[in-house]
């Protein structure tokens, strides 16, 4: 056991969290600076994670082919830049957005009709629920059976990943309008399609976006799973399970920080487009979305 970097690693730790605390309780007078201490604190607090989990890995001497450190896995980083990205084309640029789009696009079409038929709305939604409660392990063998082993199979299992977490919410938002602003909208002789787009969407916006929000890591994970039961020799699931293995753990663990960082992305980009297209509503107004 090397103690001088598990204690370097623990001091790191209690300073970095001294420095958060000082920057979560300071009060800065300029907008600007509040919004940099507001990032700061989860960066501070992310390099934090992996200063402990250097130091934990190096300081009790763990082997890599159990945990190997950050530096490892930023090497294997550096050095695999081709592959890796020829991965994230495969399952993210070509199975997660293709996927994503047609998923939650047509989730919200048939919400529409939905919305239009009591007889969809009995029949279609509990279907739907039940579809949206079978595991992706059992889904993505059945999708490669039918579309084949390449991109495409794994579109039709992030299809289903994110169609009924879309058609659910998007329901429910059509529905939360109040049978007052609905009659006050029939005083004014609106039709339902001006109904629909100038209430009852602006006021579905909300749950809308929050299906997106959930269905931008649905898809990576469906994408990703789907790769594990048959795929061309490219693509984040099937170099996961390939290089497990191999006993090429840090590779492994390349792949995911690529996944978490594209995922985690992507999420951010949907949460900028809510707050610009939800801008009146009162968790954005406040701040708090």
Sequence with gaps: MNLSILISAIVFWLAAWAFNEWLVRRKFASPAMDRAAR????????????????????????????LPPPSTIWARLISSVPTLW????????KSVLVGYALGCGLGFLVAILIDRSPFLQKGLLPLGNFVSALPVIGVAPIMVMWFGFDWQSKVAVVVIMTFFPMLVNTVSG???????????MRTYAADWFQTLVKLRLPAAWPFIFNALKINSTLALIGAIVAEFFGTPIVGMGFRISTEVGRMNVDMVWAEIAVAAVAGSAFYGIVALVERAVTFWHPSVRGGQA
């Design 39 to 66: 990032l700061a604190v989860p960066l501070v607090f992310g390099v934090t994670i992996l200063v402990i989990w250097e130091g934990i890995v190096r300081g009790f001497s763990i082997p890599s082919v159990l």
């Design 86 to 93: 020829a991965d994230f084309r495969q399952t993210f640029l």
């Design 174 to 184: 059509l529905a939360a309008t109040s049978h007052m602003e609905r009659d006050l």
